[in-house]
């Protein structure tokens, strides 16, 4: 009784949230009389795909497709994760495997940063970026992304760094692999696991965030999505098939990136709290 009651309230918590992604993809297939419809229908009388053809063939802005919305955030997701799984795994290599001053408190510091609001950092990384001149640019948006992403990923990773035993790189040593090779042959494969879970976090991060790309981006032909997402909310009415159809599209990279990895995140997100 008690498995089955477990089941069961998994099972529920599984379908209420289950349910908001449904409700957007039936409601991305449904006309217009549909959506509006005074008894709303849980499936689509008569599916369409008119709303998926208005978003991928006409302009949100004229002379922006939303493809080109698309590949803007591909690229600043893409990047952040490239750069911030090298750096955190640098960085964590060091913080595990060699002992400096400060260390502790650059540990510490790693936790607090987390707990700053990022809607506090807006106006000093404007005019930071602004300084470095890379306003208007997806590299502002690729180089804040990358910093509040890698805190999270030097903690993660730090913890699979210390699992390793030190005795493989000492063996590796003696067999006279040099230290470039032991990273590279011995510590990289044993931590890839802690490096696709953190990779998951930086990813989405990258690939949801409005608030930056909002404000460091001017030019609408390098607005990534969720930016792009706002032109459907007017100010009398709201175009939810669009709205929906979009939504349904910004999520599908999320969702196909997870089950790509979702083996090794489950392995490295166990392998991750076994030590450190």
Known sequence: MKKIALNGAGLLVALFAAFPVYWMVATSLKPNREIFSATPRPVPAEPTLAHYREILTGNLIPGV???????????????????SGLVALLAATAVARFRFRLRTTFLILLLVVQMIPLEALVI???LMIQRLGLYNTLPSLILTYLGFSLPFAVWMLRGFVAAVPKELEEAAAIDGASRAQTFRRIL??????????????SFITAWNELIFALTFINDQHKYTLPVAMTFFF???DTAWGSVMAASTLFTLPVIVFFLLVQRRMV???V????KG
């Open 65 to 83: 497709t939303f493809t080109d919305f698309f590949l803007n955030s591909a690229l600043v997701a893409v990047a952040t994760v490239l750069l």
């Open 188 to 201: 990289f494969p044993l931590v890839a696991p802690g490096l696709v879970a953190t990779s998951i976090f």
């Open 271 to 274: 392998a991750g709290a076994v």
């Open 124 to 126: 000093p990384l404007f």
């Open 234 to 236: 007017g100010r009398d």
């Open 267 to 269: 392995s490295g997100l």
